[in-house]
């Protein structure tokens, strides 16, 4: 009982910031209509910016609010500087161009920050809780993991269904040229997309760090992750992000737990599929399978 | 796994044979033209230098760490074309980067071998990428020396007489941890934590040869996976007591923050591939919550040492490497892995000095078979090198980490090797460095 | 996009073109580019030093996986993230047939390599053709990550993460004395692994050639541009979007054949995902669609890492340095090309030559200006 209790507490802990990266992901979908490979090396780069603050001694909290900064300027920049010149063309370039990024990012935090492992302390403990015989895998680090996540998930249902902004992304996202004959400055919202996009995914980045090490390529096999995860909940809704994230990351930890480590992609793979087979748009798609 | 010759294994013996036929018949066709005097008319190597080279991964997710071997290996050179170089001859090392993938080793060795021209490689790392790369090696006859893997595939003299081992295979430390298991902890329950490869396969057997029915778990990891969570729940499930960690450094230190998460507090002995006490130490202090300050987070920890370690600062051999590194390194602290490369490239310098001024390709290989079984460098128990064995160091002692960073001895030095090899105590006295730091010819 | 605009404009007038449909000159034309570039490659392998002849075979494999994607994807509009893994696919089905005592003549592996990964590629394409976009590169992404740990699960066949290590195979008599009359050489393995590669590069790009002209191109090209007309012009949208998927994954299995015998092992570690990218990334920077395309962005792909690593060498920077300086140029490099030549390489140089044109064309009629 406690095995598959365990099996269950690391599947959900892990899936949480599946989720939190496949939001990222999705946000950019919703603005730009393509998946940003770079999402992960950007998430990446805000953490090394996070750690540097650390060791230079900012407590967690400025550190994670200042990556969380840096990730939405970053993002800004990324869409300004080379996704806006790209737009109206055809879309494969455009993801091209964020596996350019990627690349790059991933090299770029090499040179700077070295390619060693470094510890990435967490605010509060990382041992886990024993409720009688019980040993649970949940540790004061996934109970702030979770609830941060949590935090994340309530902020952009609050942006997209109370504020003005959110809705005319929303509407943006929907039907761009419409939006723009309205009067809408689309080209801000998607800028602001990418920001947005670019703030969640360090608080991933910084999610997935937090009580364990980094070095650049630490966010890789959450880039194949978090895609399969925004894919089988939709790619265009946050809801379905998180449950994507949320059903891939139990589905992983029972295959490593139950079958073998070896085979968690293939059952991620499997996953994937008998969604797609069911629902070609995935499980939260509001329209019909769309045509990109 | 590799000592049986099977059928396929001969029919590759014929093969080999052909290509180093034909490899021959290359030499004869344009032989002797180089014309570069001194040693010998072999690539890489003039009167003024030597030119070796390896592959690494520089970049990518097995850089972390490996990456710090040719950083050891440069140094080290450095060192000793400082002080005269080899029979007046400078090292040239290059290293190149090979991300750990196969397909990368094998186009940064074709430039190696057919750009650079190095007259030998050393260290290259890796047991997939490695592998892709031998068999062009030995058919090329280029010195195939001191690979960086424990694997049992470079211990292969017929069909791979240029390759090399160096460091000691994963089966033999298996066998001793598992002995010393048996020895000293009769009634535990015994668990495994391995990679899923041959360091964890290869460890596993030989453990099994001593505690086969102590264990209670067999759990593996994939490398990349970083998730380790069920594993360690199932062991913690299986009542395992003591845990065999056959892994790299960061899942030593991942499975030590997994079993905190848990509460989950068996012994661990870890294979002396994943046990970097200084730079896992240093990963999890921040994350050792009540422990003593200033006390290792791997107390207690149980590994193997086949030669000094980084934080043995009295050892003369870590003092040698620690003057080394604050001459000729970038200035960053020893680790355990640029001690891997400069103890390497020890062995390098050693074997190029005992090959005499006519150094050349065929000599050196020479070299190790007939002398690399006295090599003097850092390793507590000799090469196993003869012109029937390439295998590497042949034997350890199991010592535990102690709170102040240091190690204590449980064993004497062991000396065993694959197979049903016995172990027996190795008596021989540990060498010193020379006063030089420079092996003699 | 742009390949078709050049043949929706045969501006010639229309009698001799239905002449050379009628003579089939196509398949003499395809014919002559391929043997011309059977005999360029043959030049190049004869004239450049050894370690050149091995980029050159690895230009090979990622050429023929290349034009393959781009068929795939330029023609058709269905795209692939897995075509490492389909490589992958070939490239074990080569090394277990080569690791026997006698095995066989190489035509038969690779057309083995070919038929294991066409079976494997009509898997995943039925399940492709339902998909669109995001959700078709999903899909075939979660397959290129997934597929690898099936070596690792049944070691007993694939042999784990160390791999199956191929034998490259011995050069033939004959061979040895082609060699020797063309440039006095010997003709070592690596040599006549390059010449097996170039073989298959031309047979490759004699059937890619001839497919973007035929009438299985035509329908191809109609279901990426307009489905429904398509479909109502009677083409099944679904059969012709797996045929393409399986011709697709035939080159990719030849493609892996090759590269089996490049590289000398199969094995997880050189099938990842950063491969079915890099193979997607060169058909793109070359110009997606073109076969010309195809050639030029493997050629990035091939030369341009080494190159990077060498001008750091030379400027002094650490082993270390210059490692990390060549992934970050290449990411450099993908960015400005899509910034600075959106069609790719093979799209700047016709659109530039097409403006060109019409602009001798304008001014011909100087009323109007471009």
Redesign the interface.
Known sequence: MQHFINVLLNGITQGIVIAAFALALVLIFRSTRIVNFAQGSQAMFTTYIALTLMNNDFPYWVAFLGALAAGFIIGAVLERVVIRPLEGGMELNIVIATLGLYVAIQALAAILFGSDYKSFSSPVGVQGFQVGDLNLALTPTSIFVICTVGVVVVGLTLLFQKTQLGLTMRAAAFDGEVSRILGVRVSHLLTFGWALAGLVGSVAGILVATGSFIYPSYMESLIAFGFIAAVIGGLDSPIGAVVGGLILGIVNSLVSGYLAPGLVTIGAFVVLIAVLLLKPGGLFSSTQARRV | MAHQPTPARRSRRLALGAALAASALVVAACGGGDGDGGGGSDPGITDESIKIGGHFPLTGVAAPGYSEIPLGHKAYYDFVNANGGVHDREIEFIAKDDGYNPAKTTEVVNELVLKDEVFAIVGGLGTPTHQAVTNFLNSEGVPDLTVSSGSILWDNPEELPMTFGWQPDYESEGKILGQYIAENMPDAKVGIFGQDDELGEDGAKGLKQYVEDQIVAEVTYVPGNTDIGPQIAELQKSGADVVVGFNVPSYTALSQLVSLKLNYKPEWLVSNVGSDAGLVGSLLEKFSEGAVKGSSPLTGLYTTAYMPQSTEADDPWIQLWQKVWDEYGDGSPLTNYKVYGMAEAYTIVEAMMKSGEDMSRESIVDTFEQDGGDFTGPNYVPFRYSEDRHAGIGGMKVVQLQADGTTADKTPVLKTDVGDAEIEEFTDSANTPPESGIPSD | ?STDITTAVPAPPAGPSAMQRLLGLNLVRSLLVSLGVLVVGVLLLEST???TN??LS?LTYFTIAAIGLTAL?GLNGQ?SLGHGALMAVGAYTTALML????PLPFPVIALAAIVMTSLVGFVVGI?AA??????L???T???A??L???A??FKGTFN????L?V??P?PPEWFVSFIDAVSG??A???KYVAYLGLFCLVIALFFALNLGRSKIGRHWRAVRDQ?VAAEIAGINLGRTRVQAFVISAAYAGLAGAV?AM????A????F????S?SL??AV??GG?GSITGAFIGSAVLVFLP?LV?DLSTDAKLS???A??????I??????LV??LA?GGVMGTLSMAWRRRRARRQLTATPTKKG
Do not use: N
């Not at chain 3, 690791?99 to 006698?102: L, V």
């Open positions: 996009m030093d050894a370690y091995t980029q690895s994807t795209i690791d026997t005592d006698s399940g339902r998909l669109h976009g995001p959700y590169a999903g899909a992404l979660a397959f990550v997934a690898p740990s099936v690792l699960y784990g993460e160390a791999g290590t034998i490259s011995r050489e010997f070592t393995s690596s489905e590269m490049v590289v000398r092992l094995a997880p570690t050189v990842t995902l950063v491969l990218l997607l990334t793109v920077i997606l080494p690593t082993d270390t340095q490692a990390q300086m060549s992934p970050l290449y990411g450099i490099v993908l960015v899509m910034l959106p």
